[in-house]
C-alpha cells in the first residue's frame, strides 16, 4: 500500500511521505538487481512493472508536496464537517472526538503543530467508525 494509507486515510503528511520515499528506495533497489541479471521476457516484464510502480509512489509525494501540510488540514476539516452532521449526532463516542479535534485544530499555526492534530484526527477515525452503544 502506498504509503501505508497514512496520506489517504489517516490525512498525515510527513510521515507518509517518509514512507513513500523509502518505498522509492527499495523498488529502485529491486530494480536494480534485476537489471543486472540478464533480461529475458520475464524479467523485462517486471523491470516495467517496477518502473511503473515507482512513478506512481512518486506521483503520490508530488500531490502531497505540492498541497504540503496545509492541504491535509483542510481535508481534515472538510471530512470532520460531514462527520459531524452525519454521525456525530448518534455516537457519542464520535460527537466528543470532533470536539476534541476541533478544540486542538483552531490553534493550528504550522506544520509541527498539525502533526499533533493528526493524533486528535485518527481519534476522530476511531471514533466514529465505532456504533454507539
Given at each position: 500500500l502506498?504509503g501505508?494509507?497514512l496520506h489517504?486515510?489517516n490525512l498525515q503528511y510527513?510521515?507518509?511521505?517518509?514512507?513513500?520515499?523509502?518505498?522509492?528506495?527499495?523498488?529502485?533497489d529491486?530494480?536494480?538487481?534485476i537489471?543486472r541479471?540478464n533480461?529475458n521476457?520475464?524479467?523485462?516484464r517486471?523491470?516495467n512493472e517496477?518502473?511503473?510502480?515507482?512513478?506512481?509512489?512518486?506521483?503520490q509525494?508530488?500531490e502531497?508536496?505540492?498541497?504540503?501540510?496545509?492541504?491535509?488540514?483542510?481535508?481534515?476539516?472538510?471530512?470532520n464537517y460531514?462527520?459531524?452532521?452525519?454521525?456525530?449526532?448518534?455516537n457519542?463516542r464520535c460527537?466528543?472526538?470532533l470536539n476534541?479535534?476541533?478544540?486542538y485544530?483552531?490553534?493550528?499555526?504550522?506544520?509541527a503543530?498539525f502533526?499533533?492534530?493528526e493524533?486528535?484526527?485518527?481519534?476522530?477515525?476511531?471514533?466514529?467508525s465505532?456504533k454507539?452503544?
Open positions: 502506498i501505508h494509507g489517504t486515510k510527513r510521515r507518509p511521505l517518509q514512507v513513500m520515499k523509502g518505498q522509492i528506495v527499495e523498488l529502485r529491486h530494480y536494480n538487481r537489471a541479471l533480461a521476457p520475464t524479467q523485462k517486471v523491470l517496477i518502473k511503473f510502480s515507482i512513478s506512481i509512489v512518486q506521483a509525494i508530488d502531497l508536496t505540492a498541497k504540503g501540510w496545509k492541504g491535509q488540514w483542510e481535508r481534515q476539516k472538510l471530512l460531514h462527520r459531524k452532521i452525519r454521525f456525530a449526532p448518534n457519542p460527537y466528543k472526538a476534541q479535534y476541533e478544540k485544530a483552531s490553534k493550528i499555526s504550522n506544520e503543530e502533526a499533533i492534530a493524533f486528535y484526527y485518527r481519534e476522530v477515525l476511531k471514533g466514529c465505532i454507539p452503544e
